[in-house]
Structures are given as structure tokens and as C-alpha cells.
């Protein structure tokens, strides 16, 4: 027996999936907000239709009833912005028409629309009685005239929206480039920052080894590993899009004990962090310029040193939390270091404070007596969201401050950094 050739062909499942990969399809709020537009469209053609329809019956042609006026003037009305209307919407949606198509589509639908709106006048009215009446040359130019006014109207309605909606687009556009360019200052201010800290920084700690070299082999040996593991630290600190308060407190008691290495007995320092406020989530290396001008502008100068006292604590305001971060020196005070300014990096965190949280961030510069300098700064603080994943061991506060984008090229380069180190 011959078999019979089957022709149920199988189709793989995956080309079959991916041939409707790409299909979206609108959700129904959208399907009902496109309804609603268009319902809102034909109803004011509608109005404007029996006001034409009015005009006709009682000014233009009051030999005619309303009723007649009134059924050729929604027939051919509703026909031209069906067929200019519809293509409009398929073809360029909210935005602008084409300038050299639309005119044509607008000719098409005069020239198609009058026609076949007479035609459906006269269908609807011979349905209700009356009589089917001739096609007179004067009617269809009377009709062909209003037309074309409507057309025009129409014309220039959609044009001036279609404009409008290209510009709201367009403003929203900037808007959004305006906030990326922002996020990108501040990221460009925090390299600008560690860049501006790190060479200074870098040049007294070394020339503090090479003093040390031939007189105490020890102490240079244990300032090389103290600074090795601040650098460490600093690298993949400063790549961060932000950190908690307790690794900031602990690269801040890495940087102060290199530093007491320097200085010895002329540097104490004391850093107070509770358990509770630990994991609260703020911008990286906001606290550190303030720490590196307590010790450059206020313990450096000073023949006999000092104290600098760094801490971190929730306070309630009519605003809301804030988390209060202070760094106290009992150094020289203001304008007895020798320098000019007000401090090495204070002018970024200024910055760097007003962008991150919008001015709802404050930051305070004040003289302590006897002498020294207090540095306070106050954070805004947002409960934790599903939206907002924090640390595993996070309480519900978190600063609230905008996170600056990494470009993809950022993101590769950081990348690499990282793969080198």
C-alpha cells in the first residue's frame, strides 16, 4: 500500500515565537483613552456640522428645512474628517503630518468626501420618506465651497496640534537631557574633588616615608600598608554611586590614622557612630573634604596639633529626619592657617550638596571657642521603599538625593579600571 504524502508541515516554535517577538499590542487603558479621544473628536465635528447646517437653513439657503441642511452637513462633514482624519492618526499619530502628503490627503478627502456625503444624505433621507431629488450643479459647489473652507480649518487645527505635541515633546526631551547633564556634573565634581584631595594628600604622606626611611624602617613600613589599604579602599569607594555611613566612617578612621602616623602626638581623633544609623545610605566621599581641611586648614597649622571629633546623628525638624553629620577640630580657626579661601574642597561639597538633594541640604561653617572650627551638615532623610532596595541590615532611613547616571563609556572604563587593580 502507497502511503499518502502528509503536508502537515511542523513549524519550530521558536521562529514561530519570534515572528510575533517584536508585536505589542495597546493595553486597555490606552485602547479606551484612543476611544475616548476620538469619541471627543466626532462629537465637536458634530456641533460644528449643525452650525453649518443652522447657517445654511436660516441665513444662506432658507428655502430648505433645517432637516435637509442639518443631513447633508453632517453626512458630508463626518465623511471629509473620517478620510482625513483616520489617515492622519495611521500614519503620523500626534506628531506633525508630512508637508508635501497631507495637503493631497486633504484634496482627496474634498474631492471623495462631498460626493459621498451626498450620496449618504440622500440614502438617509429617501430611508425617511422623502424624495429623492436630482443632483444640481449649485448644490454640489455650494457644498464643494464650505468643504474647502472646512478643509482649510481642519487643515491648520491639525497642523498647530501636531506642532504642539512636537514641541511638548521636544520640552520634555530637554528636560530629561537638562537632568542627565546635571547628574553628570556631579559625578564630574566628585572625580574633580578626589582628584583635588588625592595629590596633596599623596605628596605629604610620601614625604613623610621618605623622612622616615632612615631613621625609623618600621614606621615607614607601617605607613606604606595603612596608606595601600586607604588607596584600596578610596578606589572602589569613589566608583560607588553611594555607601553607607559606615563605610565612609571607615575609610575617614583609615585616612585619620594615616595621618596621626604623620603628625604623632599633635593629631587625635575620635570618630561616634551608632549601631543603629549605620547602614544609612549617603553620597560617597561627602564627608572626607571636610575631615582633609579639618587637618590641612586647622591641626597642620597649629604648633601644638589637636582633636578632631567626627560623628553622626538623627535629629526630627518640621521638615522631617535629617541625619546631622559633624566634624569638629580644635585646630587653629578661621584665617590663622596661613591660607587663603575657605577650606580645600569645601566649595564642591557646596556644590555637590545643592545638586544631590535640590538646596534641601544645609551645610554650616562655625568658629568654636576657643578655637577651632565646626563643621555641621544636614541630609535629608526618605523612609525605604520596595522601589528603593537598601542594605540587608538597613534601617528604614535613607538619604534622599539623586544618584548621578553612569554613561555606558563611564561604566567600561570603571570596568576596566576595576579588572586592572
Given at each position: 500500500?502507497?502511503?499518502?504524502?502528509?503536508?502537515?508541515?511542523?513549524?519550530?516554535?521558536?521562529?514561530?515565537?519570534?515572528?510575533?517577538?517584536?508585536?505589542?499590542?495597546?493595553?486597555?487603558?490606552?485602547?479606551?483613552?484612543?476611544?475616548?479621544?476620538?469619541?471627543?473628536?466626532?462629537?465637536?465635528?458634530?456641533?460644528?456640522?449643525?452650525?453649518?447646517?443652522?447657517?445654511?437653513?436660516?441665513?444662506?439657503?432658507?428655502?430648505?428645512?433645517?432637516?435637509?441642511?442639518?443631513?447633508?452637513?453632517?453626512?458630508?462633514?463626518?465623511?471629509?474628517?473620517?478620510?482625513?482624519?483616520?489617515?492622519?492618526?495611521?500614519?503620523?499619530?500626534?506628531?506633525?503630518?508630512?508637508?508635501?502628503?497631507?495637503?493631497?490627503?486633504?484634496?482627496?478627502?474634498?474631492?471623495?468626501?462631498?460626493?459621498?456625503?451626498?450620496?449618504?444624505?440622500?440614502?438617509?433621507?429617501?430611508?425617511?420618506?422623502?424624495?429623492?431629488?436630482?443632483?444640481?450643479?449649485?448644490?454640489l459647489r455650494?457644498?464643494?465651497?464650505?468643504?474647502?473652507?472646512?478643509?482649510?480649518?481642519?487643515?491648520?487645527?491639525?497642523?498647530?496640534?501636531?506642532?504642539?505635541a512636537a514641541l511638548e515633546r521636544r520640552a520634555a526631551l530637554d528636560a530629561l537631557d537638562r537632568e542627565e547633564a546635571e547628574k553628570q556634573v556631579v559625578r564630574a565634581q566628585l572625580m574633580a574633588l578626589q582628584a583635588q584631595i588625592e595629590p596633596h594628600f599623596l605628596f605629604n604622606v610620601l614625604a613623610h616615608v621618605d623622612a622616615l626611611i632612615a631613621k625609623d624602617p618600621g614606621g615607614a613600613r607601617r605607613l606604606l600598608q595603612h596608606l595601600i589599604g586607604f588607596l584600596r579602599a578610596s578606589l572602589s569607594h569613589a566608583r560607588a554611586e553611594q555607601c553607607t555611613l559606615a563605610q565612609e566612617f571607615a575609610l575617614l578612621r583609615a585616612y585619620l590614622d594615616i595621618q596621626a602616623l604623620r603628625f604623632g602626638n599633635r593629631l587625635r581623633f575620635s570618630l561616634a557612630l551608632d549601631d543603629a544609623i549605620a547602614n544609612i545610605v549617603i553620597p560617597p566621599m561627602l564627608i572626607q573634604p571636610l575631615v582633609e581641611n579639618a587637618v590641612v586648614h586647622g591641626i597642620e597649622p597649629a604648633r601644638e596639633g589637636g582633636e578632631i571629633a567626627l560623628s553622626a546623628r538623627l535629629v526630627t525638624r518640621d521638615e522631617g529626619e535629617r541625619l546631622v553629620l559633624e566634624v569638629r577640630d580644635?585646630?587653629?580657626?578661621?584665617?590663622?592657617?596661613?591660607?587663603?579661601?575657605?577650606?580645600?574642597?569645601?566649595?564642591?561639597?557646596?556644590?555637590?550638596?545643592?545638586?544631590?538633594?535640590?538646596?534641601?541640604a544645609r551645610l554650616t561653617i562655625t568658629e568654636t571657642v576657643p578655637h577651632g572650627v565646626t563643621i555641621i551638615v544636614e541630609l535629608p532623610l526618605a523612609r525605604e521603599t520596595a522601589d528603593t532596595p537598601a542594605h540587608a541590615d538597613a534601617p528604614e532611613w535613607r538619604c534622599r538625593f539623586s544618584q548621578p547616571s553612569r554613561s555606558p563609556a563611564n561604566s567600561a572604563l570603571s570596568s576596566r579600571a576595576s579588572a586592572g587593580t
Open positions: 500500500m502507497r502511503e499518502t504524502p502528509s503536508f502537515n508541515a511542523e513549524v519550530p516554535s521558536g521562529k514561530i515565537a519570534g515572528m510575533f517577538a517584536n508585536v505589542s499590542f495597546p493595553s486597555l487603558a490606552e485602547c479606551l483613552r484612543l476611544v475616548r479621544r476620538w469619541v471627543i473628536r466626532y462629537a465637536v465635528i458634530i456641533v460644528i456640522n449643525t452650525l453649518i447646517a443652522a447657517v445654511l437653513a436660516f441665513g444662506i439657503r432658507p428655502e430648505e428645512s433645517f432637516w435637509k441642511s442639518f443631513v447633508f452637513s453632517q453626512a458630508i462633514g463626518l465623511s471629509m474628517f473620517s478620510l482625513i482624519g483616520i489617515p492622519r492618526h495611521v500614519f503620523w499619530g500626534d506628531g506633525p503630518p508630512n508637508k508635501k502628503l497631507f495637503p493631497w490627503i486633504v484634496v482627496g478627502a474634498v474631492v471623495i468626501g462631498v460626493p459621498l456625503g451626498q450620496w449618504i444624505a440622500r440614502t438617509i433621507l429617501c430611508l425617511n420618506g422623502s424624495t429623492a431629488e436630482p443632483w444640481r450643479a449649485d448644490s455650494m457644498s464643494f465651497i464650505i468643504a474647502m473652507l472646512a478643509a482649510l480649518g481642519a487643515t491648520y487645527y491639525y497642523w498647530s496640534r501636531g506642532k504642539l580644635t585646630g587653629v580657626g578661621f584665617g590663622n592657617d596661613g591660607s587663603k579661601g575657605s577650606g580645600l574642597g569645601l566649595t564642591h561639597v557646596r556644590e555637590r550638596l545643592s545638586r544631590l538633594f535640590d538646596g534641601d
